[in-house]
């Protein structure tokens, strides 16, 4: 059965020739572009730093012209990296109309270069399908779900504007929801083995990293390294991005991932570690806890003898830290107090915050009764029955978005749309579910356990502060797009490993899924399921 997969997905020749024709003249179209961009810019006499940015910048787009797949890697590499906080300068998520950012080229051009880059990544991996007159588009269990919800957040979006609502606002709100949507899609197509799955991890975990070390910089040069003066040192969604990080170093360990993994990412994660606290972001703390428990939960039913070697130790050190510092006010207690709150015993800064998302909460579920099935539609303020103080000193948009993300949503695009929200997370989370137990043990048991707990974190997250930002949809939509290619690339066998010394033992084959796949296929739908 493996021989006649093999047969039916070996290339031709003819095709393989037009492929690497195409990719020649794509890569020397893209020089032509990036030279010629660069003549330009010199004339316009750009300083340094800023035609450095636009060399780097064209540069990916050939690689995106090259392969498809780079654009994701690209994507979330520059996406994740930046911060609106720490590196207001950064461009990529910045419009082509923000004045302080490195890629500023006119007030009228409204799209960023991370809009750009995935617009050319869509029309690079279309056009090489058109070229080579293969239909080779995979859905997966996740796609209808999230076209679903795309499809009323699109609603959500015309309805709101055509009642009169800020443009600006309403397409600075809903346009980040269609950055997931996109990163499902390609995800799910252009990376299809497990090295490139390896590869993406190794980008995702490198821009977290580097944006920790900013972070360090930050808190030495500007804070002179006093965190405790002030109440974040980037997004908020900076902390939720690192569970990313923390949980797939765990994972590595637990699944004996490679040992590259295994040996960097602890210490790499110090800086990480750093930044994370220096944030001081309770939700932050609590969704790691969250995940922190599930991984034990799996330790329980997986490696019994670890799971009472760690669990017991861990617990009695944790209270002794919460009975150490429950009144500690410094940085060393922020985990102390953010647990405190949760418990009803919050310190006045967070109890101030708590009164007004309590506020904000009575506020949104007030509008919601009002436009139950319709929404309000994005660019429209939510109504205020009840007084809120106002924090447009701190957040300009305070009066069309909420803390409350989940019910925002409902707020926004009513409760088709909610309905289509929860339906998409609660098939991730069957999806992601399931996979952590049919993945064979190693890296990609803990790359389904990543992604899966990711996603929890981040709608647990999501509750309880702002979480559709441009950041966290490229994150969450390549969560989403990796749990649903996953059982297509489980499906590709593997080769036999080569025996390169004498000494060596005998190579294995690859041991395949512990249990039987999703959904059984007829022999003759083994070339490509999910594709048509």
């Known amino acids: 059965m493996r021989d006649a997969y093999l047969t039916l997905k070996m290339p031709t020749a003819r095709s393989q020739a037009l492929r690497s024709q195409v990719a020649w003249w794509a890569m020397y179209l893209g020089l032509i572009g990036v030279s010629l961009g660069s003549g330009v810019l010199m004339l316009r006499g750009l300083s340094s730093p800023v035609l450095l940015v636009w060399l780097i910048y064209l540069t990916g787009m050939v690689a995106i012209f090259y392969n498809p797949r780079y654009g994701v890697y690209l994507i979330m590499g520059l996406g994740l990296f930046g911060d609106d906080f720490l590196l207001s300068w950064y461009p990529f998520t910045k419009n082509f109309s923000s004045l302080e950012s490195l890629l500023y080229l006119n007030k009228a051009l409204i799209i960023s270069p991370l809009e750009l880059y995935i617009v050319i990544t869509l029309l690079v991996w279309l056009g090489r399908m058109a070229v080579e007159r293969r239909t080779r588009v995979y859905f997966g269990p996740l796609f209808w779900a999230a076209s679903l919800f795309l499809g009323f957040v699109t609603y959500g979006l015309v309805y709101g504007l055509a009642r009169g609502g800020n443009v600006v606002i309403g397409l600075w709100e809903a346009r980040p929801i269609y950055y997931l949507y996109a990163l499902l899609i390609l995800t799910s197509n252009v990376i299809e083995t497990r090295s490139q799955i390896n590869t993406l991890f190794w980008v995702i975990i490198n821009a977290l990293f580097f944006k920790a070390i900013a972070g360090v910089i930050y808190i030495a040069t500007v804070l002179q390294w006093d965190v405790g003066s002030v ?253 649903n290619s996953l059982p297509l690339i489980l499906a590709r066998p593997l080769p036999v490993p080569v025996q390169r010394w004498p000494w060596q033992s005998v190579p294995e084959a690859d041991p395949g899924p512990a249990t039987p796949p999703l959904a059984p296929r007829r022999p003759n739908q083994l070339a490509a399921p999910g594709h048509f």
């Open 231 to 483: 109440e974040q040192i980037a997004e908020h969604s900076m902390s939720i991005h690192f569970n990313v990080f923390f949980i797939l170093m765990i994972a590595a360990w637990i699944y004996h991932d490679s040992l590259s993994r295994r040996l960097f990412m602890p210490l790499m994660s110090l800086p990480v570690w750093y930044s994370f606290f220096a944030n001081h972001r309770r939700a932050g703390f609590l969704t790691l806890g969250i995940a922190a428990i599930v991984i034990l939960l799996l330790l329980y039913r997986e490696h019994r003898k670890l799971f009472w070697a760690i669990t017991p130790t861990g617990t009695v050190g944790f209270f002794a830290y919460l009975a150490a510092f429950w009144n500690n006010e410094g940085s060393f207690g922020i985990i102390a107090r953010a647990v405190r709150s949760v418990v009803g015993q919050p310190t006045v800064r967070d109890a101030a915050s708590n009164i007004y998302r309590d506020i904000e909460n009575l506020n949104s579920m007030f509008t919601i009764s009002r436009v139950t099935l319709s929404g309000l539609g994005f660019g429209q303020k939510f109504y205020i029955a009840y007084p809120m103080p106002d924090i447009s000193k701190s957040f300009a948009w305070w009066e069309y978005i909420t803390h409350n993300s989940i019910m925002w949503i409902w707020m926004k695009i009513g409760m088709g749309g909610f309905f289509a929200l929860l339906l998409l997370l609660g098939m991730s989370m069957t999806l992601g579910g399931r996979l952590i137990w049919i993945m064979p043990r190693g890296p990609m048991r803990a790359y389904a356990l990543t992604a899966t707990l990711y996603i929890l974190t981040h709608f647990v997250y999501a509750y309880v502060d702002m979480s559709w930002d441009t950041r966290s949809m490229l994150l969450v939509g390549t969560m989403m797009g990796l749990l």
